[in-house]
């Protein structure tokens, strides 16, 4: 899979599930933009990729304000001179206290759609132009199992991540006629510190975690819900967004591919 010459813009990737992908992308060839609303870890991210001979560039973004957005574009594209690659990655379980509520408030429903789902918009919006005019691009969504199939512990990001991959499909054909391909990927169980904010709420809100370290409550929710016994990580993701984003991928648009151990099956 070859990424050689090709800019990639990952948002959310200072850390997690972003992070992975942005070093993926790397390995394969592509310059990557680091970016992230925590400005510190973007650059901390940008500082090791370098270190180990990549090209990388850290900015600063929040995907909830297109003025955001659109200078994230800019800069990148003063920096690198193109963009072919956009994975939306930056995402939210809740609004800040998520954890320690019993259920979902309106701050969090309000808060989740604005990065999830609002967030993915804006960045397609800002890079897409990009695209269009060179007529090539490739756009990666991270959507969830969550979006497949919803539970009750957290509603508003079920929705939103639902709301991902029909917001990928409408893209898919808004863009095929300017050879851009847009797709989603649908992570299942991984380690990540949004997952250490799900399990944190486990032990405090479900009967079967309680008494459990965050990470055993993981474990536990793997060994029920995962068929092939064994959780998916950062790499496998990052794994999927670099094939998606290749040319091998030429002929694969509107998609939400599982990476979900069997979990989920569509």
Not at 76 to 100: K, M, P, Q, Y
Not at 214 to 234: C, H, M, N, S, Y
Request: hydrophobic share 40%; aromatic share 4%.
């Amino acid at each position: 899979m070859d990424l050689n010459g090709k800019v990639a813009v990952v948002t959310g990737a200072g850390r997690g599930i972003g992070r992975a992908i942005a070093e993926k992308m790397a390995e394969h060839g592509a310059r990557i933009i680091v970016a992230d609303v925590a400005i510190d870890n973007a650059v901390h991210v940008s500082e090791d990729l370098n270190a180990d001979g990549h090209e990388a560039e850290p900015i600063a973004v929040d995907v909830t304000r297109q003025s955001s957005v659109d200078r994230m574009t800019r800069g990148a594209v003063a920096r690198f001179g193109r963009l072919d690659i956009l994975v939306n990655n930056a995402g939210i379980i809740g609004a800040r206290g998520w954890e320690t509520r019993g259920r979902p408030n309106d701050r969090d429903w309000d808060t989740i759609y604005a990065v999830n789902v609002k967030g993915v918009a804006n960045a397609t919006n800002a890079v897409s132009r990009h695209m269009r005019r060179q007529n090539y691009g490739k756009i990666v969504n991270i959507a969830s199992v969550a979006g497949r199939q919803g539970s009750p512990g957290n509603p508003p990001y079920n929705v939103s991540k639902a709301g991902v991959i029909s917001l990928t499909q409408a893209t898919a054909l808004e863009l095929a006629p300017f050879n851009v391909n847009v797709n989603a990927i649908c992570p299942g169980l991984l380690w990540t510190p949004m997952w250490e904010r799900i399990a944190t709420r486990q032990t405090k809100y479900d009967a079967a975690s309680k008494g459990l370290s965050p990470r055993k409550a993981f474990e536990r929710t793997v060994a029920e819900r995962i068929p092939l016994g064994r959780e998916q990580t950062p790499e496998d993701i990052g794994n999927l967004a670099v094939f998606l984003a290749s040319d091998l991928a030429e002929n694969i648009t509107g998609q939400a591919i599982n990476v979900n151990g069997g979990a989920r099956m569509d």
